[in-house]
């Protein structure tokens, strides 16, 4: 069974930074493109970024280019999301999610996996 874990959400102040994890398990990680998304409430589901199974890939929404960069460590079987000058329409809960492919996933119905997601709050 695969199984996706999201950590390191808080409440942090406007202008810092915090850094999420998502560990998977279940699946041969260095086999999978891994991707980050948010939801706020009464909001869509929001592309934040995304990147290939090597990590030489990456991709970023444009409300958060700049700022947030994504990353994975195959070894550990985890991916990272290093978030800096957060704004408090950062505000969501982010999701990790997982896809058997090998090149960075955009669409969220590409991915296979999700997680159950970690609340991210900036306080203005």
């Known amino acids: 069974q695969v199984h996706v874990v999201e950590s390191g959400g808080g409440l942090v102040q406007a202008g810092g930074s915090l850094r999420l994890s998502c560990a998977a398990s279940?699946?041969?990680?260095?086999?999978?493109?891994m991707g980050w998304f948010r939801q706020a409430p009464g909001k869509e589901r929001e592309f934040v970024a995304a990147?290939?199974?090597?990590?030489?890939?990456?991709y970023y929404g444009t409300s958060v280019k700049g700022r947030f960069t994504i990353s994975r460590d195959n070894a550990m079987n985890t991916m990272y999301l290093q978030m800096n000058s957060l704004k408090p329409e950062d505000t969501s809960v982010y999701y990790c999610?997982?896809?058997?492919?090998?090149?960075?996933?955009?669409?969220?119905?590409?991915?296979?996996?999700w997680g159950q997601g970690t609340q991210v709050t900036v306080s203005s």
């Open positions: 279940g699946v041969t990680f260095s086999r999978c493109s």
């Open positions: 990147i290939d199974r090597t990590g030489g890939i990456t």
């Open positions: 999610a997982a896809a058997l492919q090998s090149g960075p996933v955009l669409r969220g119905s590409m991915y296979d996996y």
